[in-house]
């Protein structure tokens, strides 16, 4: 549903739609998307710029390339860099401001927490690095070390291995089966002109949904938002007359469909065992992956979820929980349980695999429903006390494929029913369709 549209702001942007207190303006010349959430509760206003790319656009010989931007485009600009002693946090933090970027697999996103005084810098800086970040090999080198000595400590994190693991055994042809964080050899191996290349090909305005939320004023928002952006072209093969943002070189890879269980164990030193359950689940914008939010609750909603009456509670496991971040494209429906000292691998997995099947097989009673869904409403209106926190819900709305997602989220989950639950789980916790991963501790 669309609310009323306001009046003409600036003769620049077209008024798209508002819902739930946002707004969505698109840039008549270069399509840059402008979504705008006031609130004047707090004199502060986050600044956002989300990018359409992530690890599901890099190909073979260039995983990790998001992330390794992510750094570089901190290491400044023509205009904004320390060599000049103007660099991107020495201009935001002496204004009193708070900043940083995040990679995942279907976006980056760059953004500012200031004083509402202060908006402009924010949008002069991150209009500036859309096009003019200085991608060289001297940077190159010193942030290729700090990543891989990322690698390095994710080496001793059993689960963040156990997951590497796991999307590489599930997805045999998506880019989602590689980490975010690159393969190791590629890390290792990438250009500075590789990353140039990569850069030039998705930092656009049409590639662009940038947010601002907080304490404002509308029109001298998207003014401001003219006056940096304004100048800079769509991006190669961007049709100004297109009505919808385009995503350069787009992922047109399809899984194959999955037909039979498949398996993956990570043996390195440990001491606790754990076991991993990953089904193949729909994409973030299907009408099943609310009910798979209401499920995750189901599951792992504390004491009273699923998985620690049948694993916790028994003594089989230590931990168990649950997992489905909403993606772009089909992703996986994740069940997880931590061993408790010697509990064997096979008696977890079938308690974690009959616990899961009861919810299809049987359904979910009233009160585990409400329970859940209360549950789902809480945690996303806790995500959202703050500008920070509203730009940080709307990346990944935008990120799945529509900013929508973050306005009528409560309104959609109210009206999950027990039967959209067993439905979903029905459909998804497939065992011909799953990827089982152990993680075996090895006292060697």
């Known amino acids: 549903m669309t609310e009323t549209a306001p009046p003409d702001l600036h003769p620049t942007f077209a008024f798209v739609r508002s819902l739930g207190g946002v707004e969505e303006y698109r840039h008549r010349e270069n399509g840059l998307v402008v979504l705008l959430a006031p609130e004047a509760a707090v004199p502060v206003v986050a600044f956002q710029v989300t990018y359409r790319v992530g690890s599901r656009n890099e190909g073979a010989g260039l995983t990790g390339a998001t992330h390794l931007l992510e750094h570089l485009m901190f290491k400044g600009s023509e205009r904004f860099n320390r060599d000049l002693g103007t660099s991107v946090f020495q201009m935001l933090q002496s204004l009193g401001g708070q900043i940083n970027a995040t990679t995942w697999y279907d976006r980056t996103n760059y953004y500012a927490l200031l004083p509402s005084e202060h908006l402009e810098r924010a949008v002069e800086i991150e209009a500036d690095r859309m096009r003019g970040a200085r991608v060289r090999d001297q940077d190159l080198a010193s942030e290729r070390t700090v990543v891989l000595n990322e690698l390095d400590r994710g080496e001793n994190e059993p689960l963040r291995k156990l997951l590497h693991a796991t999307y590489a055994t599930a997805f045999h042809a998506h880019p989602y089966g590689h980490p975010v964080i690159g393969w190791r050899s590629d890390v290792e191996t990438v250009t500075a002109e590789g990353l140039r290349h990569?850069?030039?090909?998705?930092?656009?305005?049409?590639?662009?949904?940038?947010?601002?939320?907080?304490?404002?004023?509308?029109?001298?928002?998207?003014?401001?938002?003219?006056?940096?952006?304004?100048?800079?072209?769509?991006?190669?093969?961007?049709?100004?007359?297109?009505?919808?943002?385009?995503?350069?070189?787009?992922?047109?890879?399809?899984?194959?469909?999955?037909?039979?269980?498949?398996?993956?164990?990570?043996?390195?030193?440990?001491?606790?065992?754990?076991?991993?359950?990953?089904?193949?689940?729909?994409?973030?914008?299907?009408?099943?992956?609310?009910?798979?939010?209401?499920?995750?609750?189901?599951?792992?909603?504390?004491?009273?979820?699923?998985?620690?009456?049948?694993?916790?509670?028994?003594?089989?496991?230590?931990?168990?929980?649950?997992?489905?971040?909403?993606?772009?494209?089909?992703?996986?429906?994740?069940?997880?349980?931590?061993?408790?000292?010697?509990?064997?691998?096979?008696?977890?997995?079938?308690?974690?695999?009959?616990?899961?099947?009861?919810?299809?097989?049987?359904?979910?009673?009233?009160?585990?429903?409400?329970?859940?869904?209360?549950?789902?409403?809480?945690?996303?209106?806790?995500?959202?006390?703050?500008?920070?926190?509203?730009?940080?819900?709307?990346?990944?709305?935008?990120?799945?494929?529509?900013?929508?997602?973050?306005?009528?989220?409560?309104?959609?989950?109210?009206?999950?029913?027990?039967?959209?639950?067993?439905?979903?789980?029905?459909?998804?916790?497939?065992?011909?369709?799953?990827?089982?991963?152990?993680?075996?501790?090895?006292?060697?």
């Open 198 to 444: 990569f850069y030039d090909t998705y930092y656009w305005p049409r590639n662009a949904t940038a947010t601002v939320a907080g304490a404002f004023d509308r029109a001298h928002a998207l003014a401001l938002v003219d006056r940096h952006f304004g100048a800079i072209p769509s991006g190669p093969d961007a049709a100004p007359e297109a009505p919808e943002p385009l995503v350069h070189r787009d992922v047109v890879t399809r899984e194959p469909e999955q037909r039979g269980e498949r398996r993956v164990t990570v043996r390195q030193a440990g001491e606790l065992g754990a076991v991993l359950l990953a089904y193949k689940a729909p994409a973030g914008l299907d009408e099943t992956a609310d009910a798979l939010d209401v499920l995750v609750q189901v599951l792992a909603g504390g004491k009273t979820g699923r998985l620690y009456r049948a694993l916790t509670d028994p003594g089989l496991a230590t931990s168990a929980s649950a997992y489905f971040p909403r993606l772009r494209d089909p992703g996986l429906f994740i069940a997880y349980a931590t061993l408790a000292p010697d509990v064997a691998h096979e008696t977890a997995e079938a308690a974690l695999g009959e616990a899961l099947r009861a919810v299809a097989t049987d359904g979910v009673t009233g009160a585990e429903l409400a329970r859940a869904r209360r549950q789902v409403v809480a945690d996303e209106a806790f995500g959202r006390d703050g500008p920070y926190a509203v730009v940080a819900q709307i990346n990944e709305a935008v990120a799945v494929g529509d900013w929508t997602l973050f306005a009528d989220y409560r309104d959609r989950i109210e009206a999950v029913s027990a039967a959209d639950v067993q439905a979903a789980a029905a459909a998804v916790l497939d065992d011909d369709r799953r990827t089982v991963a152990w993680y075996v501790p090895d006292e060697g």
